[in-house]
């Protein structure tokens, strides 16, 4: 603290001091949802790709959950959507076959 500010605080001083990383942080990492995941099925389209699975992250019933993954391997959805709920998630998850030259719509 510069001498100045020193010598003109009243004291008992306050310091307020503002409490914040020093440096930037970095996105912040994903991890695996709770609960199992398992079932895993694909869609392929000529860009982008849509995997499907069944996932009990909530608890039971287990949920169908996607995500979209483009041709380079990046996950475009990476927590997940959840596509169906209920007794008819329980079944295994089955993407539709994708006939030649379909694109998963786009956010």
Known sequence: MPAGVIDGA???AALDPVISPEIELDAPVQGGA????DRPAVAAGSDQHLVVWTDSRIG???RIYGARVAADGTVL???GIP???G???ASCPS???APS???PPRR
């Open 95 to 97: 993407p539709p076959r």
């Open 83 to 85: 596509l169906l709920e």
């Open 10 to 12: 009243a004291y008992p």
């Open 77 to 79: 959805d990476p927590f």
């Open 60 to 62: 039971p019933p287990p």
């Open 101 to 103: 030259g379909w694109d």
């Open 34 to 37: 709770a609960g199992p995941q």
């Open 87 to 89: 007794a008819s998630a």
